[in-house]
Every structure is written in C-alpha cells, then in structure tokens.
C-alpha cells in the first residue's frame, strides 16, 4: 500500500517559518512528480507548488513563490515544504501529493492552478495556524 505522511504543522508567529515534511512508503519519491496543496477554512483546496520527477519546481500560486521552497531527501523518501515569512492567510490543512506523471500546472487567463484528480495519492494533512 502507498502511503504519504505529512507532517511538522503547528502554530507559527506571523513572520515565522516552519518546515512540513511528508515520507512516503510503497513508492519511491524519486520517480513521481509531488505537490504541495494547502485548504483554508471554507475554502477550495488549492495547489501552491509542485516538483517534478527530475527535481524541477513549477510554482501554482504567487502567494507561495516567494516565500516556501521545497526539497527532496532521496535517502529518506522525504520532500520537504520550507515555508517563510509567514502570514495569517497562510494558516489552513497542507497536504502533500505525489503521482507518477510530471506536475500539470494550468492557467486560466488570471492565474495558475492544479487539479486535485492529476494526483493519485495523497497524505492526511498537517495544519499549519498562523497566530499571534
């Protein structure tokens, strides 16, 4: 069975960082293309960043570009979201998710977006809370 963990959420200061991690298990992370999502309170899932099989990263949301980058531990099936200079719009679920096909970023004329269903498997989430 694949399973993804993701964890490392918490409760941050605005103008903190915190570093999310989600270990795989049944799939190398090394063949597959992983993304970060995150979901708000009453809000839609939406993609913030997603590394290809062959380590590049394709930014989805301009919130994220500057501020949260993400690596790969090979040895430890591991990617890693660092996440900076955080607000409290920030605050909301991360999910990490992996699928063996690259990252499929779209556009539709105003901004970037992925699809939840081009990711085929998924960890539970880790909430992240951004709080004075």
């Known amino acids: 069975d694949v399973q993804l963990q993701a964890s490392g959420g918490g409760l941050v200061q605005p103008g903190g960082s915190l570093r999310l991690s989600c270990t795989a298990s049944?799939?190398?992370?090394?063949?597959?293309?992983v993304a970060w999502f995150r979901q708000a309170p009453g809000k839609e899932r939406e993609g913030l960043l997603c590394?290809?099989?062959?380590?590049?990263?394709?930014y989805i949301s301009k919130s994220a570009q500057d501020r949260f980058i993400d690596s790969r531990d090979v040895a430890k099936n591991t990617v890693h979201l660092q996440m900076n200079s955080l607000k409290p719009e920030d605050t909301a679920v991360y999910y990490c998710?992996?699928?063996?096909?690259?990252?499929?970023?779209?556009?539709?004329?105003?901004?970037?977006?992925?699809?939840?269903?081009?990711?085929?498997?998924w960890g539970q989430g880790t909430l992240v809370t951004v709080s004075s």
């Open positions: 998710a992996a699928d063996r096909r690259s990252c499929k970023v779209y556009y539709n004329g105003t901004h970037s977006y992925a699809l939840i269903s081009d990711f085929n498997f």
């Open positions: 049944g799939l190398s992370f090394d063949e597959y293309a």
């Open positions: 590394m290809s099989d062959r380590w590049t990263t394709e």
